[in-house]
């Protein structure tokens, strides 16, 4: 792992966001996993703006999102699909057929094998984008005894409730589950980035950055075995867990 500590989120977002326009520039078919949330809804606009200044085109790049919540209707404002036109497919060149976010409302046999083919289809993920939750989760991969390798619905942790209530009206109206790739589709990706920043993932970042243990009790652990991992984090972060840099 790489880790790279920045002067603050913002710096952090747009540092990703340069890699993420690299990855295109340098292979304009790249397939690219994206991530939702808080954290990564900052870093879109950066991609929008190189869009729009002819830096960039997403002319002919391939995407698939990392997780969506069962029972969310695609065109509803909160559903993963919704909050990735909304921020980003719909203000680029983009092909939205090339855009695959999970279907929520389906069957989830029949989703989990469309799932798997838009992963494993033609080519694998070249970069993969990634928040931390505040449980651990990477995807929706909650803490558990063990971890599952491949696509899979998972119940939401409590913790991942509470934090996603922000969202929502109550916490009642959170989505108790939710489609979403599992840590083996992560891994396979060439390249990963992941930001993190802010008080709720002090604890998550100490079991990444503080110590040598992968543990299923803290699924972001399994990016300290991937070739290609980048973590950026901001000083403020940083400074707070007592990471040295
Ligand atoms: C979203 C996803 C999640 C989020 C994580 C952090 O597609 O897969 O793992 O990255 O829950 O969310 P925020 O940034 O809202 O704290």
Redesign the pocket.
């Known amino acids: 792992m790489t880790v790279i500590v920045t002067e603050s989120y913002e710096k952090s977002c747009q540092l990703v966001a340069q890699k993420i326009i690299e990855q295109v520039k340098s292979d304009p078919h790249s397939k690219l996993g ?8 900052n870093i879109y606009p950066y991609l929008v703006t190189a869009y729009e200044n002819k830096e960039v085109s997403f002319a002919n790049v391939t995407t698939v ?3 969506e919540y069962i029972g969310m209707p695609s065109d509803n404002i909160l559903s ?1 699909r919704k909050s990735m036109d909304d921020w980003f497919f719909d203000k680029v060149d983009i092909d939205k057929k090339n855009t695959y976010v999970a279907d929520g409302m389906n069957s989830i046999t029949e989703e989990i094998k469309i799932f798997n083919e838009k992963l494993y289809k033609d080519k694998l993920i070249d970069f993969q984008l ?5 449980s651990g ?4 991969n909650e803490p558990n005894v063990f971890l599952t390798s491949s696509v899979h619905t998972e119940q939401l942790d409590e913790v ?1 409730i509470k ?2 209530a922000r ?1 929502f009206k109550s916490e009642k109206d959170v989505p108790k589950s939710s489609i ?1 790739m599992g840590v083996g589709d992560i891994m396979k990706a060439s390249k990963i980035a992941l930001v993190a920043t ?1 008080e ?2 002090f604890e998550a970042m100490r079991q990444l950055l503080l110590n040598e243990n992968i543990i299923s009790s803290c699924p972001v652990t399994v990016l300290k075995m991937h070739r290609d991992c980048t973590i950026v984090i901001d000083k403020n972060l940083a400074d707070n867990i007592g990471y040295k840099y």
């Open positions: 994206l991530a939702t949330g808080g954290t990564a809804e999102n990392l997780d993963y990634l928040g931390v939750g505040v989760h990477i995807g929706f991942t934090s996603n969202f979403t802010g709720s993932k």
